[in-house]
């Protein structure tokens, strides 16, 4: 599978889970802020991992879906803040790769 292969599933799919997290947050019956924000940054940590070169990306493929729900449902720009937790997961997780295991020698 090429680079360019790579990043277009990858793409799909964190639009995907970022789709999915807005479709569990927007349930009638869920409220629990912690849970929706550990899981926007725990997949986006995983996305900046798995393709660390552009984590900006998948912060915002993640985490976008829920400020532009509030945004065109009801003008609530607040909700941009939700995008903290994708960048801050995106960029840990792009970190990580890229920080080397310490040689004991």
């Known amino acids: 599978m ?3 292969h790579k990043f277009i599933l990858s793409l799909l799919l964190s639009l995907l889970a ?8 927007s349930r009638p019956g869920w409220d629990d802020t912690g849970i ?6 725990v997949t986006s940590a995983l996305f900046g991992f798995l393709l660390p070169a552009r984590p900006w990306i998948w912060a915002l493929t993640v985490s976008g879906w ?6 065109l449902l009801s003008g609530d720009f ?3 803040l939700v995008s903290v937790f994708g960048f801050a997961g995106a960029y840990l997780g792009a970190l990580l790769n890229n920080t080397k295991p310490i040689n004991p020698n």
Do not use: E, F, S
């Open 78 to 80: 607040k909700m941009l």
């Open 66 to 71: 829920i400020p532009l729900y509030a945004i």
């Open 2 to 4: 090429t680079t360019r």
């Open 36 to 41: 929706t924000a550990g899981v926007i940054v």
């Open 18 to 25: 970022g789709a999915l997290i807005l479709w569990m947050d």
